[in-house]
């Protein structure tokens, strides 16, 4: 999937995620189970968001990456993704 700078996915993510990795942070970081579930919902989200779902799904979906990317922040170094870079603290 191309993302350019207009994309409005980017603009969603580049607004939603800090507002996460804040959450995140004051919770003092993402949990273990919370690793694990983004690790299990990302690898099931690919085959939806490369053939697509079921009507309706696509808000839940992005909602799903926002919070896989605001979690993954959290690793060493952070993350980028679609040109945006994300780093919890």
């Known amino acids: 999937m ?3 700078d207009s994309h409005p996915l980017r603009a969603h993510l580049a ?3 800090p507002f996460l990795i804040a959450e995140l942070t004051r919770c003092g970081g993402p949990t273990e189970y919370q690793v694990a579930e983004a690790q299990r919902r990302g690898l099931g989200m690919s085959d939806h ?3 697509g779902g079921e009507p309706g799904e696509a808000a839940e979906l992005v909602t799903q990456l926002a919070e896989i990317i605001a979690i993954l922040a959290f690793a ?3 993350i980028e993704i679609f040109g945006l870079k994300f780093r919890g603290e």
């Open 76 to 78: 060493p170094g952070g």
């Open 15 to 17: 607004f939603t995620v």
């Open 49 to 51: 968001m490369l053939f």
């Open 2 to 4: 191309m993302i350019n």
